[in-house]
Nanobody, 122 residues
């Protein structure tokens, strides 16, 4: 029902500010909450940020508050993650996910993209 493709990852200098994009296909996109998760080597996939279907409500994990901003443009079927002041610990594969309501839990998102690698170098 929903297909997701992430882009915008790559090698970024410490302190950099890349923006990730997630392009969605499917007629029900505007009624899905969207989330960003990340997974570092040897670590579990963890919640990063989420946004409700209307874009009016957002939530973030504590370690990215004030640095990352999630937004969506329903006319373009796209969700974004603006990342500022990147640190080495932000290095991970970043995944876009879609679910029926805003959540911080992986199990509540039935649709996932393939991920995009973000590597922070010094």
């Amino acid at each position: 029902q929903v297909q997701l493709v992430e882009s915008g990852g790559g090698l970024v200098q410490s302190g950099g500010s890349p923006r990730l994009s997630c392009a969605a296909s499917g007629r029900t996109f505007t009624r899905y909450a969207m989330g960003w998760f990340r997974q570092a080597p040897g670590k579990e996939r963890e919640f990063v940020a989420a946004i409700g279907w209307s874009g009016g409500i957002t939530t973030y994990r504590d370690s990215v508050k004030g640095r990352f901003t999630i937004s969506r443009d329903n006319a373009k079927n796209t969700v974004y993650l603006q990342m500022n002041s990147l640190k080495a610990e932000d290095t991970a594969v970043y995944y876009c996910a879609a679910g029926p309501s805003l959540s911080t839990r992986r199990a509540e998102y039935p649709y996932w993209g393939q991920g995009t690698q973000v590597t922070v170098s010094s």
